[in-house]
């Protein structure tokens, strides 16, 4: 990462931080713990962007988006791992009928990948 991109996440998260403090709506809290989440995926810091994302759903669990970047990120940190990754495929398609039971035209490469799996029902 470059010393300027640390400086724009460094800024990025003191005005998350800052949003946090004075927004007491759910729906407002979970964009901006979505968005926080980003940007720790984006440093592939996936564990720390799940819980972000977690938090998120808590306060909003319809958050599609939310929903997709769970998915990404188990995806970055079961990567390789086959054994591992075999179970938590079908806990995959869950968040993925999740996102997509919210926005139905959306995700269709999930939408693909779960009817070629036969997990699409």
């Not at 729906?27 to 980003?38: A, T, V, W």
């Not at 592939?44 to 997709?68: G, M, S, T, V």
């Not at 940190?77 to 039971?101: L, M, P």
Request: with cysteine.
């Amino acid at each position: 990462m470059s010393t300027q991109s640390e400086g724009n996440y460094a800024e990025a998260f003191q005005n998350y931080y800052e949003a946090m403090r004075l927004k007491i709506d759910p729906y407002d809290r979970s964009c901006i713990l979505y968005n926080i989440g980003l940007i720790h995926t984006s440093n592939e810091e996936h564990i720390k962007a799940l819980e972000y994302y977690f938090w998120a759903l808590e306060r909003d669990p319809f958050l599609p988006q939310a929903f997709n970047m769970v998915v990404i990120c188990h995806y970055a940190i079961r990567q390789g791992d086959t054994e591992v990754a075999k179970s938590w495929f079908n806990q995959v398609a869950e968040y993925w009928k999740q996102a997509i039971a919210l926005t139905p035209g959306n995700y269709i490469e999930a939408q693909n990948w779960l009817k070629i799996t036969r997990r699409f029902e």
